[in-house]
């Protein structure tokens, strides 16, 4: 089975300060995402990679800043957290762009206090 | 950009009833249909999908797609509490274009 791991699991961070989410699939997966979800709601793209050291910005980008170093890591960055990124974030691998499945990790619930 | 809108937002069914969960749709050239599951606290996962005109079962599951009427939905036949969980639907156009997917559905099926 496709495997996405991601770390840390659940995170605490104060405002203001540096967040780094990691992401690390065995697929051999051409394609990396990033997706945001807030409470009951549905998955929101902020990031995505289709080659290592290549990023692209998804439908909410600001504020967050990705790297894809290797084709199994994919990166997110939140270089000043804020309140209102609060919230679990999910990565996700697929074979190719679209008509295929997404694989996720099992997210990290982020708290910015 | 494709729009992908689901109804209703939230559902609850008692035990045993048939589910339908819908999904609509904005681009005609669209080719990948999708529902995915999200039990709480969990990754959401692929449950099935469809790439033509019709319908598809696996098990107590049915996908219908209606590509004229920009529209497919998924129904539960039986629907038990394990059945629980917040469903996705997802589209793509092709397989160089993104998936794009819908606000959810939150079904709770009540014992």
Redesign the interface.
């Known amino acids: 089975e496709a495997a996405v791991t991601q770390s840390p699991r659940s995170k605490v961070a104060v405002t203001g300060g540096k967040v780094t989410l990691s992401c690390h699939q065995t697929n051999n997966h051409d394609y990396m995402y990033w997706y945001r979800q807030d409470t ?4 929101r ?1 902020i990031h ?1 990679s289709y080659v290592a050291d290549s990023t692209e910005k998804g439908d909410i980008p600001d504020g967050y800043k990705a790297s894809r170093p290797s084709q199994e890591n994919f990166s997110l960055i939140l270089e000043l957290a804020s309140l209102s990124q609060t919230a679990v974030y ?1 990565c996700a691998s ?1 074979e ?7 694989f ?4 990290t619930r982020l708290t910015v206090v | 950009q494709q729009k992908v809108q689901q109804s209703p937002e939230s559902l609850i069914v008692p035990e045993g009833a048939m589910t339908s969960l819908n999904c609509t749709f904005s681009d005609s050239a669209s ?2 249909f ?1 529902w ?1 599951r999200q039990h709480s606290g ?5 449950l099935m ?1 469809i ?1 033509s005109n019709g319908e598809k079962e696996e098990g107590r599951f049915t996908i219908h797609l209606n590509k004229a009427s920009l529209h497919f939905s998924l129904h539960i036949r039986d629907s038990q509490p394990s059945d629980s969980a ?1 469903y ?1 639907c ?1 589209v ?8 794009f ?4 559905t ?1 079904l709770v099926v009540k014992p």
Do not use: M, W
């Not at chain 1, 009951?40 to 998955?43: A, E, I, K, Q, R």
């Not at chain 2, 793509?92 to 998936?99: C, D, G, V």
């Not at chain 2, 997917?101 to 959810?104: A, H, S, T, V």
């Open positions: 009951g709601h549905g998955l793209l995505y999910f697929s190719g762009q679209g008509n295929t499945e997404v996720f990790g099992k997210g | 080719q990948y999708a995915y969990k990754a959401p996962k692929a999908s790439f917040l996705l997802a793509s156009q092709n397989s160089n274009n993104r998936i997917f819908g606000d959810g939150q």
